[in-house]
Each structure stands twice: as C-alpha cells, then as structure tokens.
C-alpha cells in the first residue's frame, strides 16, 4: 500500500518528537532513504507541503505574523509566545497603521489597526452613499 504525503509527514513529525535538533538532518536522511527505496522520492515535495498542515493538526499555529505601528514590548512578546507556544512570531514595525496591529496566525488575518478601523469608516460611509 502507497502512502500518501501526509501520511509521511504525519510518520516524520511523529518520529521527529523528543529527539534532539542536532539530530533531525540524520532523520531527514533517513526518510529521504526510505522513499528512495520505495520508490516515492518523487514526492518529497508534496511531503514538504504536508509537513505544515500535519504540524498544525497536532500543535497548533505554525506561524504569527505581527505588523504593528511601534515594536512590541517583551511583556508583548511573553504573551504571545505563552499563548501560542509552538508558533514562530515574525514582527514588522510599519508606523503607516498609526497605532494597533495588523496579526496574521497561519492564514487568518485580524485588523486591530487605527488605518485599518479608519479604512473600515470610510468604507462604510463610501457604500452607504
């Protein structure tokens, strides 16, 4: 029986838990080795686009993309990191929104702008004339 990509990258995540870092280009290898030998090494690529889906069904968010109009604080960066532990926070300073945050966790997307609350005013004035 053929696996499918997520399966494998159900089957490398699985493996992948509790070893050390260092170790996971040696595992990689070894899966690499495996599909190679079953003839799926064709299908790396759709097992790499697996790994993130895999990765969220089991630990949650994957990734957190913060633009805010100043830095964050360290208390802000806690917060985030305590209530979304397993993601990587990526942040962009971009004094365009005024004040707030634009936060993007995977692929939902929240306006917490002043722009954004602006943008959303006019909208709504232009759509009522």
């Known amino acids: 029986m053929r696996r499918t990509p997520r399966q494998w990258a159900r089957a490398y995540i699985q493996a992948a838990e509790g070893i050390p870092p260092s170790d996971l280009p040696t595992l990689a290898l070894a899966l690499a080795q495996l599909l190679k030998e079953r003839g799926d090494l064709s299908r790396t690529s759709e097992i790499v686009r697996a790994l993130s889906g895999v ?62 609350a602006l943008r959303s005013v006019r909208d709504s004035l232009v759509s009522d004339s």
């Open 55 to 116: 990765w969220k069904e089991q630990y949650g968010a994957a990734d957190v993309d913060i633009i805010s109009a100043h830095p964050l604080s360290e208390k802000a960066r806690e917060a985030i990191a305590s209530a979304i532990p397993t993601a990587s926070l990526h942040e962009t300073v971009d004094p365009a929104l005024i004040g707030g945050a634009v936060v993007r966790v995977d692929d939902r997307r929240m306006d917490g702008s002043v722009s954004g």
